[in-house]
């Protein structure tokens, strides 16, 4: 005799069919999904809402330590790698599903509907009003913000480096003193006159931090640009 294996699909339907009808664990499971439809969307509506709460009603026994974030340091962090720390509406990429997860977790978890969204990322993603890598903020209170979710590449290794002339005049004028020599350098000795001399380096070198300096500051003013401190926190494109 040739024993039946056990189709286990048949036994959990068998136990069903026993426990409850199909119209009613239907109805159960269309309604939950109803529930977590209308979730999302009010957690889109905040993403895309210019709310400025300042803070929401956490657990605080339930927040995870490594995640809260003062000000202060998001500031610090902001200005040295050249981002912008703005609210959620003026993101223009894709906020992904895991991140809308984390949320729901979240105000499943400390039962309440979090407000105030804010972002951390490069200006390029964002939709500046005219004047590689996101992390999604909640308001805590007293300036402290709780990140739940970071999404995307990591930045370049090097972009401390190019946004360190940006910091400060002081910083950009250094940059273009040490471009300024480095392009007198390379120019060919004897090119202005048969003996070169040190006087004529220093006046080529004057003469190159003048056209540098001049296309820097045409640069600046044409495109509107700024130093890292005055824009970290604004919504404007040519702040």
């Given amino acids: 005799m040739i024993l039946k294996g056990t189709n286990i699909e048949h036994k959990l339907q068998n136990i069903r069919e026993k426990k409850g009808n199909h119209e009613r664990i239907l109805a159960e499971v269309q309604q939950i999904l109803r529930e ?18 300042r803070s929401n009603e956490f657990d605080f ?74 992390l999604l903020f909640a308001p805590i209170g007293n300036d402290y913000f709780y990140l739940i979710h970071k999404w995307g590449n990591d930045l370049h290794p090097l972009r401390k480096l190019f946004a360190w ?42 003469f190159m931090f003048k056209c540098i300096a001049s296309i820097v500051i045409f640069y600046g003013f044409a495109l509107g640009k700024n130093f890292n401190p005055a824009i970290w926190k604004s919504k404007y494109f040519n702040a």
């Avoid at 993101?91 to 309440?112: C, D, M, R, V």
């Avoid at 940006?166 to 390379?186: E, P, R």
């Fill in 36 to 53: 977590d439809a209308l979730k999302e969307s009010k957690i889109s509506d905040q993403l895309n809402s210019k709310n400025n709460t």
């Fill in 165 to 206: 002339p940006f910091k400060n005049i002081a910083n950009l004028t250094l940059v273009v003193l040490l471009v300024s020599y480095l392009v007198t350098l390379m120019i060919p000795e004897g090119l202005f006159s048969k003996k070169s001399t040190t006087a004529e380096f220093w006046i080529i070198y004057f």
């Fill in 61 to 134: 026994d339930l927040l995870e330590t490594d995640k809260i974030f003062h000000i202060d340091q998001i500031k610090d962090i902001c200005i040295a790698y050249r981002l912008r720390f703005l609210n959620s509406s003026y993101f223009k990429g894709e906020i992904p599903q895991e991140a809308i997860s984390k949320i729901k977790h979240l105000e499943t978890a400390h039962n309440t509907e979090i407000k105030g969204f804010k972002i951390m990322a490069p200006s390029k993603l964002f939709k500046l009003e005219d004047k590689d890598d996101p």
